[in-house]
T-cell receptor, first 112, second 111 residues
Framework: EAQVTQNPRYLITVTGKKLTVTCSQN?????MSWYRQDPGLGLRQIYY???????DKGDVPEGYKVSRKEKRNFPLILESPSPNQTSLYFC???????????FGSGTQLSVL | RKEVEQDPGPFNVPEGATVAFNCTYS??????FFWYRQDCRKEPKLLMS???SGNEDGRFTAQLNRASQYISLLIRDSKLSDSATYLC????????????FGGGTRVLVKP
């Protein structure tokens, strides 16, 4: 089944404790992206990747890191999480940046 | 002005009625347009792409008005299961050439 797999679904952590949210797609998509969704602010892009080893900042990259060592995986790293990073996060992929996006099921992150 | 704007609603719709809402975009060179549906705290799912000539998928009809820079979504014979937030997505050319999301329009279909 074609899908984007994102883990974990829920995560509660404390300020400053490094964490990684994993994202994997099995559709051989070149384009992958991370979004955060906050009430009243909609979906905002954090980072995106056009292909392996090619990543770039989105609209709200501060406090986040990504890597794209393999085509299928695009992890989101929070080196030192802060409470303002409490949010609902979505990973997405598509054939290219102009095509329809397929989303993972989301990660609800709470930073205490 | 936001690049992609939507009326947040909610649109309260009697079951069986028709509802329509728009999404405006600021960049006239935008090329790709989509409607996504999002249920509460779930991932957005593609509802339909929007083509220049307009397109229909069952009870859903999408239109593109390039002159006035908006797209629309019309839902006929609303079902309770149509209750969701509908996200407009536009490919913004220029810096970034990326897909940009509107804030969403919430639709509540009631018996």
């Amino acid at each position: 089944e074609a899908q984007v797999t994102q883990n974990p679904r829920y995560l509660i952590t404390v300020t400053g404790k490094k964490l990684t949210v994993t994202c994997s797609q099995n559709m051989n998509h070149e384009y992958m992206s991370w979004y955060r969704q906050d009430p009243g602010l909609g979906l905002r892009q954090i980072y995106y990747s056009m292909n392996v080893e090619v990543t770039d900042k989105g609209d709200v990259p501060e406090g986040y890191k990504v890597s794209r060592k393999e085509k299928r995986n695009f992890p989101l790293i929070l080196e030192s999480p802060s409470p303002n990073q409490t949010s609902l996060y979505f990973c997405a992929s598509s054939l290219n940046r102009n095509e329809k996006l397929f989303f993972g099921s989301g990660t609800q992150l709470s930073v205490l | 002005r936001k690049e992609v704007e939507q009326d947040p609603g909610p649109f309260n719709v009697p079951e069986g009625a028709t509802v329509a809402f728009n999404c405006t975009y600021s960049n006239s060179a935008s090329q790709s347009f989509f409607w996504y549906r999002q249920d509460c705290r779930k991932e957005p799912k593609l509802l339909m792409s929007v083509y220049s000539s307009g397109n229909e998928d069952g009870r859903f009809t999408a239109q593109l008005n390039r002159a006035s820079q908006y797209i629309s979504l019309l839902i006929r014979d609303s079902k309770l299961s149509d209750s969701a937030t509908y996200l407009c997505v536009v490919n913004i050319l220029g810096a970034g050439n990326k897909l940009t999301f509107g804030g969403g329009t919430r639709v509540l279909v009631k018996p």
